[in-house]
């Protein structure tokens, strides 16, 4: 209830409503408060005088046509009406909610003073809430309509917050209300009502209720009957739906209402009752969420306070950390030092002490020398001359180069090499430590062409944590288990040589360097029928611009990835709370499906034009190059037209593993099955061995078709839509590519998305 009181007060004097009048912008003011606001307009300007010079504009097309506020909380506490030229401006006060309002007009001068009477003028009044101007007619504020039910609701509301019921009938300190009757309409405490109100004699037919029930029964008291506001002596007993306003028989007589759309007013009351408990329904299951809200954000101020103690907890450990290895760092270097400072000391010392022990003998042996040169005997000096003239040049020679250069230098030659360190510290941030959120699938970007299927994905709009890459997981096309097929950084993905008809499920998670995100809702894919209409007006080759990446390497053993075009293809979606779904419509197309030669796999010696369309190759040898598109099941056909024939070489056509030999020609080794053919006549060749030689070559302008049928797996071969030869090969089952072996004196060009032959189609028939 206590929220609801803003809505019980005046904007005006900021209390509860006295006597509410109900303005026509459905705003509510106190009548003493409108009657303070009224500001004074020229007769020249009233609604009457725009009728009569001709403007047909209505009350409320005139007051829509002025929308100058009279209160602007931009003024500087001066307001002037700018819907007429000739209005004074008065100053204006603020009311208790901070709405500008204008005083009373101030009382007339005396007699003596006054000057001429003013020009007749009309009252105009703006909502202080909505800032909508409006012009009074004759009749004043008392052509608004009191609100009665607004100042019941005043009532109720005010009752509400009385404190405890109190003794209608203590003299001095009212006591609490033990009891009420609903008779005398009286509230008793309990020695009250033994003392006035005895249960005997009239008064014990009397009913005594609670104190409670009976304020809930004065509540109920029957409401009150509003009265006409144009005729007073009549009651409200219809509604006008045009005015939306309730009126009576009179107003329907004789007033403005009486060729106008009314109905009953209880029909009305109920009517209004039920469209705004319908809307309050909506309003509160509003109001049930913001509280729900704010709950969540009250936790969340919780859990981030304790987050934060938790984080600076973490974070001055962290640094306290690199404190400690940077002392132990500190203590090791300083050790370092210290070791080549006593190295230092000791090598000087030892030096010191060398040159000692030599410069005293050094003098010994010229004290001695001296001494003996004083001698006269001349014998006696020439007897041991010669050696002492050898022991001082040896003295000297052991005095040579080098012996009196230092061994040590006194500078240190370790230099601190610290500015990465700093670099470091200076660098040093938070990062993000959290594990990514799941990815979310964007499916209207996810589709299927053929076999291929092309996948895309993004993070949550709110998630703020770093993500390194992506890893996307693709199952077998039976539910078996799934299996990663790309690792990257980017957020779109193409899956090539999958089944064609087959339904898969894929999935895609984030990591870091924290770790690995949960996985996102799995997609399940289906991809399209082995055939595709020739009517189909898929564009091809697809422009570079929609190229996607795509995942190259081996998927399984029976199952190869391939780079293809990923041209889209319609599609329906379906979601429920754990999977997605994505179904292409090409499943009820019936032609072969659409593919090129594939650059990625083919032999670096083939040269590609024409959108890869078209092959030749710039060597004498055989060289090889597969299809983009690999084929498991179903039934295919594709043609090759030979744009240049010379020297009559011997192109080869058919089928191949991925991991065919790619410098020899096809059908040499166990993993093509092919049929070549010069200018005269064809064979059949697998794991080296000819067979099946057949009369019929080929020249330029030819066309080789080339007939996969993986339901009877068989392959055919065919010359200018005739069948060149017995079926070539049975019992083939696996993955296999078109695939073409030529040199440079051929050139071929690929058309595919045709329909089986008529040879072969026949033959179906009949079988």
Not at 142 to 170: S, T
Not at 215 to 235: A, M, Q, Y
Not at 423 to 439: G, N, R, T, Y
Not at 674 to 681: C, E, G
Request: contains cysteine.
């Amino acid at each position: 209830m206590e929220e609801m009181e803003e809505e019980l007060k005046c904007p005006v004097c900021g209390s509860f409503y006295r006597e509410p009048i109900i303005l026509p912008c459905s705003h509510n003011l106190c009548q003493a408060c409108a009657r303070n606001i009224l500001v004074q307009t020229p007769d020249s300007e009233s609604p009457q005088s725009r009728r009569a010079s001709g403007s047909a504009v209505s009350d409320y097309d005139y007051l829509d046509l002025d929308k100058m506020s009279l209160y602007s909380e931009a003024d500087s506490g001066y307001g002037s009406y700018g819907g007429f030229a000739s209005a004074p401006t008065t100053p204006c006060q603020k009311s208790p909610n901070g709405v500008r309002v204008f005083p009373p007009a101030a009382p007339p001068p005396p007699a003596a003073l006054a000057p001429p009477p003013p020009p007749p003028r009309n009252a105009c009044l703006t909502c202080p809430q909505c800032h909508r101007s409006l012009v009074l007619d004759e009749r004043g504020l008392r052509g608004f309509p009191r609100n009665r039910l607004l100042e019941g609701v005043i009532d109720r509301y005010q009752q509400g917050r009385a404190a405890a019921l109190r003794c209608q009938l203590c003299e001095k300190a009212p006591k609490e209300a033990a009891v009420m009757c609903e008779q005398c309409d009286v509230f008793y405490c309990e020695p009250c009502r033994l003392r006035c109100h005895p249960p005997r004699g009239p008064l014990a037919k009397h009913r005594l209720v609670p104190p409670a029930q009976g304020r809930v029964g004065r509540r109920l008291s029957p409401r009150k009957i509003s009265t006409c506001t144009d005729h007073e002596l009549e009651n409200h007993s219809m509604y006008c739906v045009q005015c939306k306003s309730p009126v009576c028989y009179q107003c329907l007589e004789e007033g403005k209402h009486s060729s106008h759309e009314v109905k009953a007013l209880g029909a009305m009351w109920k009517l209004h009752k039920s469209q705004l408990s319908q809307a309050l329904n909506g309003l509160s299951d509003r109001a049930k969420e913001a509280k729900e809200f704010l709950v969540q954000l009250r936790n969340m101020v919780q859990q981030i306070q304790e987050n934060s103690v938790e984080f600076e907890a973490c974070l001055v450990a962290q640094c306290d950390a690199l404190i400690d290895a940077l002392n132990r760092r500190k203590a090791q270097l300083l050790s370092r030092v210290n070791k080549e400072h006593e190295h230092k000391l000791k090598v000087v010392r030892d030096q010191i002490s060398h040159c000692t022990v030599k410069l005293r003998q050094t003098t010994g042996l010229m004290e001695y020398c001296l001494e003996v040169i004083k001698e006269n005997d001349p014998s006696g000096f020439l007897q041991i001359s010669d050696a002492l003239i050898r022991r001082v040049h040896l003295t000297e020679d052991q005095w040579g180069k080098g012996t009196l250069t230092p061994r040590m230098t006194t500078d240190f030659d370790l230099n601190l090499d610290n500015g990465p360190l700093l670099q470091s510290i200076h660098q040093l941030d938070f990062v993000q430590m959290k594990v990514p959120a799941p990815p979310i699938l964007q499916l209207e970007d996810c589709c299927t062409h053929n076999n291929s299927a092309t996948l895309s994905w993004k993070q949550p709009p709110l998630s703020t944590v770093q993500v390194e890459g992506y890893i996307l997981e693709l199952d077998d096309g039976n539910g078996g288990q799934f299996r990663e097929v790309y690792v990257g950084k980017e957020t779109m993905c193409t899956v090539d040589g999958l089944h064609f008809n087959s339904t898969y499920s894929a999935r895609v998670k984030a990591f870091n360097k924290t770790g690995v995100s949960p996985y996102s809702k799995t997609l399940v894919l289906q991809t399209s029928e082995e055939t595709q209409s020739e009517e189909q007006t898929l564009p091809f080759p697809v422009p570079l611009e929609r190229l996607q990446l795509r995942r190259m390497s081996p998927f399984s053993s029976t199952l190869n990835l391939q780079p293809s075009f990923p041209g889209r293809s319609y599609f329906e979606l379906r979601s429920s709370a754990h999977q997605l779904s994505l179904h292409s419509s090409l499943q009820s197309l019936n032609s072969a499906a659409w593919f090129s030669f594939d650059p990625a796999s083919a032999h670096a010696d083939i040269i590609f034009s024409n959108d890869n369309l078209t092959v030749t190759c710039n060597s004498y040898d055989d060289r090889v190059v597969l299809g983009k598109t690999g084929f498991s099941k179903g039934l295919h056909y594709w043609e090759l037209s030979i744009d240049r024939y010379d020297n009559h070489p011997d192109p080869a056509f058919g089928v191949a593993r991925i991991d065919v030999l790619k410098d020899a020609m096809l059908g040499k080794d166990d993993k093509a099955w092919a049929m070549y053919v010069d200018n005269n006549r064809s064979w059949f060749m697998h794991n080296n061995s000819h067979t099946n030689r057949t009369e019929g070559g080929i020249t330029k302008g030819a066309t080789v078709g080339v007939l996969l049928d993986l339901t009877r797996r068989t392959l055919t071969f065919s010359i200018n839509e005739d069948q060149q030869g017995p079926v070539a090969f049975e019992n083939l089952e696996g993955l296999f590519f078109p695939a073409v072996s030529l040199n440079r004196n051929v050139q071929v060009t690929l058309h595919t998305g045709l329909p089986v032959p008529e040879f072969y189609a026949s033959r179906s028939a009949m079988q």
